[in-house]
T-cell receptor, first 116, second 113 residues
Framework: GAVVSQHPSWVICKSGTSVKIECRSLDFQATTMFWYRQFPKQSLMLMATSNEGSKATYEQGVEKDKFLINHASLTLSTLTVTSAHPEDSSFYIC????????????FGPGTRLTVL | GNSVTQMEGPVTLSEEAFLTINCTYTATGYPSLFWYVQYPGEGLQLLLKATKADDKGSNKGFEATYRKETTSFHLEKGSVQVSDSAVYFCALVSPGGYNKLIFGAGTRLAVHP
């Protein structure tokens, strides 16, 4: 149980284009989903927290207009990197939490974004 | 503020050696503590967790004990395998912290035959 998937697993795009990454909880309903960014050989940096049906809460320094997050249902959240540039190239990982009573997050396998 | 400090890697061991990866934390209140593992090119997998003092989390031969007196949650395994090679992250969730995970920097483990 507690499986989280991400799609795509990797994507290469041209500078200036937008890329959408999907995060799905496959066997549970996720009241909260988190989006992280990980640079090579570094730890995870929390970008934003999203609760189903409400606006995402972004961490300080994360541009909300550049990283659009939608959490339209209890099993799906999307991250759209708008007008991507090479410096946006990174490994993006989502996680999901089942309900308010648990503090355990389950992570997706990650999406590697390369912007040319 | 809340933070997690892990021993720097990489840690290089021979197969069947004993593993310890140190983790200490700073937090207000009584946080929940976690170890996550990341295999190359993959996301994080929950390895084990402990939610209160003196709890011992264990999974796949790994274990860690929540020590409030030393604010530590060291990861141990008695006999490592090549397949244990990965990056290990210690993390905490602080009560009242909106369930945000705070990660340590990660410790890379390489196990050789």
């Amino acid at each position: 149980g507690a499986v989280v998937s991400q799609h795509p697993s990797w994507v290469i795009c041209k500078s200036g284009t937008s890329v959408k990454i999907e995060c799905r909880s496959l066997d549970f309903q996720a009241t909260t989903m988190f989006w992280y960014r990980q640079f090579p050989k570094q730890s995870l940096m929390l970008m934003a927290t999203s609760n189903e049906g409400s606006k995402a809460t972004y961490e300080q320094g994360v541009e909300k207009d550049k990283f659009l997050i939608n959490h339209a249902s209890l099993t799906l959240s999307t991250l759209t990197v708008t007008s991507a540039h090479p410096e946006d190239s990174s490994f993006y990982i989502c996680s999901a939490r089942g309900d308010w009573s648990t503090d355990t997050q389950y992570f997706g396998p990650g999406t590697r974004l390369t912007v040319l | 503020g809340n933070s997690v400090t892990q021993m720097e890697g990489p840690v290089t061991l021979s197969e069947e050696a004993f593993l310890t990866i140190n983790c200490t934390y700073t937090a207000t209140g009584y946080p929940s503590l976690f170890w996550y593992v990341q295999y190359p090119g993959e996301g994080l997998q929950l390895l084990l967790k402990a939610t209160k003092a003196d709890d011992k989390g264990s999974n796949k031969g790994f274990e860690a004990t929540y020590r409030k007196e030393t604010t530590s949650f060291h990861l141990e395994k008695g006999s490592v395998q090549v397949s244990d090679s990965a990056v290990y992250f210690c993390a905490l969730v602080s009560p009242g912290g909106y369930n945000k995970l705070i990660f340590g920097a990660g410790t890379r483990l390489a196990v050789h035959p």
